[in-house]
């Protein structure tokens, strides 16, 4: 729900905190910001909602006009509020975003030349554990929210984008349902770079040689069949609730996707968020 212009300054001016006066100087432009900022990671200004215009931001912190737009500059920069030029109300309010975090981290594991194979891998030492932590939860709502995931997963095998995005969504139901919600971010950051790096949705690159898939394959088949398949038996082994088979399982399975995706890559390129 939009708060409007006089709901965004009711929120700037009711915080005793910041309505203390800044203090002139060389950081007055980030102590500005500052104070932005923290309203909208607090969530007191929430997305949607639109700042006042600036005369009444400047009238309320004191400052002058190229002050308050270097400010304003600097939560744009960050992808914090969104211009709105020639209206009457000030500039949108963004939350942060995945995506957002996704891209800085992306840029600075590119910088550093961090590959492609290097995310995967740190997949495949995160998501094993949060697995195991699923089933020793037992949660029925959550066995039947994966349910539905693998149906929505088999209706959509011979569309190779669209099955990518459904087992895309399967993996980060599991690290979801682990409700450690850092990890769940984490993850959402590496396939955000998997699926941009890549230009396929998810993981929809899958090897059909049976070497690189877990011994328990049942027989051979398309690729897009045998990851299904392993996500199947996945919810089976949460559904009998024994810890070490499903971890077993699910490191198997990424293994075999990562095995997947350096045949495809190549020679293991750097991490390119960019072509």
Known sequence: MHIGNRGALDVIT????????????????????????????????????FLPPEAELMSQFGVSRPTLREALRVLESEMLILPRRGTHT???????????????TAFLLQHRGVRLSDVHQARNLIEPPLARRVAEQGDPDVLDMLTIALDDEESVLP?????????????????????????????????????????????AARTTDPAARPKAEPKPGPGNWRTHHDHVHLVALLTAGDPDPVEHWW????????????????????????D
């Open 159 to 203: 569309d190779p984008a669209a099955f990518g995005t459904a087992t895309a969504r399967f993996h980060l139901a599991i690290a979801d349902s682990a409700q450690i919600e850092s990890l769940a971010v984490t993850l959402r950051q590496y396939y955000w770079m998997i699926e941009t790096h890549t230009g396929n949705a998810g993981c």
């Open 14 to 49: 009711g915080r005793e905190d910041l309505a203390t006066p800044l203090e002139r100087g060389p950081k007055l432009t980030e102590l500005v910001a500052t104070r932005l900022r923290r309203l909208i990671i607090t969530g007191e200004l929430r997305t949607g909602d």
């Open 90 to 104: 000030g500039p949108r309010v963004c939350a942060p975003t995945v995506d957002q975090s996704a891209r800085y």
């Open 251 to 274: 490191r198997m399975h990424l293994e075999s996707a990562c095995a997947a995706a350096s045949i495809d890559a190549g020679d293991a390129p750097v991490l390119n968020v960019f």
